[in-house]
């Protein structure tokens, strides 16, 4: 185990007490690095338990994600979390984003205008995950033609799908100056074994 300290927060959550966090992960997974990125931008100190993906998951850490799937994470905070579990690579940077708001997700409390940028990310979120993401693997896998069809499919669909809510994305997600939980979201894993063509449309996206 690892212990990271990434200074302090200027964001406390609602009893001002800073939460241990201990965050099971592999560096080789890119749906990983939203729960790293999420945590380096909050500035939160976490724990570091890494799984080895390569080898069937041993009971102990089953017990903690029945899936075997990072990254997962144990959040405390005394008085108010014993030891809750997390788990779902957007669900966690969600719950952390919200627990600690922030630029990545303002909270809702103070500002009229955030409920609405709050909802306009979580559809951007969304549609990345259910039009685009599910397609990039298949397509890396596959070869020929098959592979042609697919990379064809996954450009259409960013230009159907995600171009036209990054219309006013400069240089982040809703113009804003800082990275939000859009770019945390954002993963494109081994983008040289796509085509010519999705190279370029995934590069200009907002990163």
Not at 72 to 94: C, F, N, R, W
Not at 131 to 151: C, H, R
Not at 156 to 182: H, Q, R, S, V, Y
Not at 183 to 194: K, L, Q, S, W
Request: net charge negative; charged share 25%.
């Amino acid at each position: 185990m690892a212990s990271y300290t990434n200074g302090e927060s200027n964001h406390g959550d609602s009893k001002g007490i800073q939460p241990k966090i201990t965050l099971y992960t592999n560096h080789l997974c890119p749906f990983a690095h939203r729960a790293h990125i999420t945590l380096e931008e909050l500035g939160l100190d976490f724990d570091e338990v890494i799984i080895d993906l390569d080898k069937p998951r041993e009971q102990w850490y089953l017990d903690i994600n029945p899936r075997g799937l990072v990254p997962s994470i144990k959040y405390t905070v005394p008085g108010l979390y014993d030891e809750e579990i997390i788990t779902e690579s957007s669900i966690v940077a969600q719950f952390l984003a919200d627990a600690r708001p922030s630029h990545l997700l303002p909270s809702s409390l103070h500002d009229p205008f955030s409920p609405l940028f709050r909802a306009r990310l979580a559809f951007f979120v969304d549609t990345w995950n259910t039009k685009v993401q599910g397609n990039l693997y298949p397509m890396m896998k596959a070869e020929g033609e098959e592979k042609e069809k697919l990379a064809n499919e996954t450009v259409a669909a960013i230009e159907k799908e995600i171009e036209p809510l990054l219309a006013n994305a400069g240089p982040f997600f809703g113009g804003k100056d800082k990275p939000t939980l859009a770019e945390v979201c954002f993963t494109v894993d081994r983008i040289d074994d796509c085509s010519t063509d999705l190279r370029y449309r995934l590069s200009s996206l907002p990163s």
